[in-house]
């Protein structure tokens, strides 16, 4: 039982393209999130959505619009790719009404643009 | 605006041997630190979360201490072993935002 799914796993397009990333979590967590890991494996929040309203909005182009239908879904929608765009993608969920507010990732979306 | 650094960004060492992993950040006004490990293409695995009112949480070989007046978090592993290799991760949340270090690549040679 996984606890945070992300489909597909691995991404490969042309330029120009758009494509979408799900996620799902089933921990009945009340936030997600959206990472961008670049080629040095640093890690960068997004966006982030609490009970499907965005509450953090990072330095992001507009090419990309998150979108939450409920809480237990937060799909990425990306438009005209760009080569920069090239990266591994995470979702993550906590539950930050709790003081514990631990975050558990999915598996990651390795997207690579030609 | 948050920074998290993680010294050394990279660290090899026999096997058997106890390492200590360092986190540190500019803002000690912080909620939890949460450590994670990070396999080659693989996402990242939650080891320990450290609340702001806690100075330390143990998990098997794993101890994490946290130091918010100094703004320091260590990740001790024990007697370690090949499979800890791995990148390990620091993440330091405010709330709703959560903050990663740079991490540290891991080898651990048989």
């Known amino acids: 039982d996984t606890a945070v799914s992300q489909t597909p796993k691995y991404l490969v397009t042309q330029m120009g393209n758009d494509k979408s990333i799900k996620c799902e979590q089933n921990?009945?967590?009340?936030?997600m999130y959206w990472y961008k890991q670049d080629s040095k494996k640093f890690l960068k929040i997004m966006f982030s959505?609490?009970?499907?309203?965005?509450?953090i909005n990072e330095t992001v182009p507009n090419r990309f619009s998150p979108k939450s239908p409920d809480k237990a879904h937060l799909n990425l929608h990306i438009n005209s790719l760009e080569l920069g765009d090239s990266a591994v993608y995470f979702c993550?969920?906590?539950?930050?009404?709790?003081?514990?507010?631990?975050?558990?990732f999915g598996p990651g979306t390795r997207l690579t643009v030609l | 605006k948050q920074e998290v650094t993680q010294i050394p960004a990279a660290l090899s060492v026999p096997e058997g041997e106890n390492l200590v992993l360092n986190c540190s950040f500019t803002?000690?006004?912080?909620?939890?630190l949460q450590w994670f490990r990070q396999d080659p293409g693989k996402g990242l695995t939650s080891l320990l979360l450290?609340?702001?009112?806690?100075r330390e949480q143990t998990s098997g070989r794993l101890n994490a201490s946290l130091d918010k007046s100094s703004g320091r978090s260590t990740l001790y592993i024990a007697a370690s072993q090949p499979g800890d290799s791995a990148t390990y991760l620091c993440?330091?949340?405010?709330?709703?935002?959560?903050?990663f270090g740079t991490g540290t690549s891991l080898t651990v040679i048989p």
């Open positions: 993550a969920s906590s539950q930050v009404r709790s003081s514990y507010n631990e975050q558990f």
């Open positions: 921990l009945g967590h009340d936030t």
């Open positions: 959505y609490n009970n499907k309203e965005l509450i």
């Open positions: 803002d000690s006004a912080i909620y939890n």
């Open positions: 450290i609340q702001s009112s806690q």
């Open positions: 993440a330091v949340s405010g709330g709703n935002q959560f903050y």
